[in-house]
């Protein structure tokens, strides 16, 4: 089945600890993007990458890292740095740069 | 101003009618435009996209794109209780290539 896969879908961390959200497609998608949603919010763009070992900073990028080794791996990291990190973090993926974007399920962190 | 604008809600409309639900945004370069649907607690599933001025049918759901105005809409024809949902307008910004900025989203609900 073709998709893009998030893990973990639910995720709860103390404060100080980073975390790394798992982002795999396997869909051959060139782009990928990371969102987060705050509730009744839209979606904020913390990075995007066109291409495997390239990415961009968003709207949000403070506290968080990425990395692109691989075309069908994209994950985020929420540094102990970002002050808010309690959100639901998205996932997407497009075949070519400014192409209809798919999302995962999500990922719902919560930091107590 | 904000990038992606759309209409205040929440919305709602009787089953059967039209909903009307519209989005302006601010970068003139602008050449690719999305609607995508929320269900609460879900990620984001593609509606509509639409590139050139004018409008697209598909279904009940038809998006109209006027450049000058910089405007962008989505109309629901004989609306359901299932279409109740976030409606999220989301645009690919000229100068910022690669980079799909969203709409803050509007609420519809459909009340039999």
């Known amino acids: 089945d073709g998709g893009i896969t998030q893990s973990p879908k639910y995720l709860f961390r103390k404060e100080g600890q980073n975390v790394t959200l798992s982002c795999e497609q396997n869909?051959?998608?060139?782009?990928m993007y990371w969102y987060r949603q705050d509730p009744g919010q839209g979606l904020r763009l913390i990075y995007y990458?066109?291409?495997?070992?390239?990415?961009q900073k968003g709207d949000i990028a403070e506290g968080y890292s990425v990395s692109r080794e691989k075309k069908e791996s994209f994950p985020l990291t929420v540094t102990s740095a970002q002050k808010n990190p309690t959100a639901f973090y998205l996932c997407?993926?497009?075949?070519?740069?400014?192409?209809?974007?798919?999302f995962g399920e999500g990922s719902r962190l919560t930091v107590l | 101003q904000k990038e992606v604008e759309q209409n205040s809600g929440p919305l709602s409309v009787p089953e059967g009618a039209i909903a009307s639900l519209n989005c302006t945004y601010s970068?003139?370069?602008?050449?690719?435009f999305f609607w995508y649907r929320q269900y609460s607690g879900k990620s984001p599933e593609l509606i509509m996209s639409?590139?050139?001025?004018g409008d697209k049918e598909d279904g009940r759901f038809t998006a109209q794109l006027n450049k000058a105005s910089q405007y962008v809409s989505l109309l629901i024809r004989d609306s359901q209780p299932s279409d109740s949902a976030t409606y999220l307008c989301?645009?690919?910004?000229?100068?910022?290539?690669?980079?799909?900025?969203f709409g803050q989203g509007t609420i519809l609900t459909v009340h039999p």
């Open positions: 997407a993926s497009s075949i070519e740069v400014e192409k209809e974007l798919f």
């Open positions: 869909l051959n998608h060139d782009a």
């Open positions: 990458s066109q291409i495997v070992n390239d990415f």
């Open positions: 970068d003139r370069v602008s050449q690719s």
């Open positions: 639409i590139y050139s001025n």
């Open positions: 989301a645009v690919f910004g000229g100068t910022s290539y690669g980079k799909l900025t």
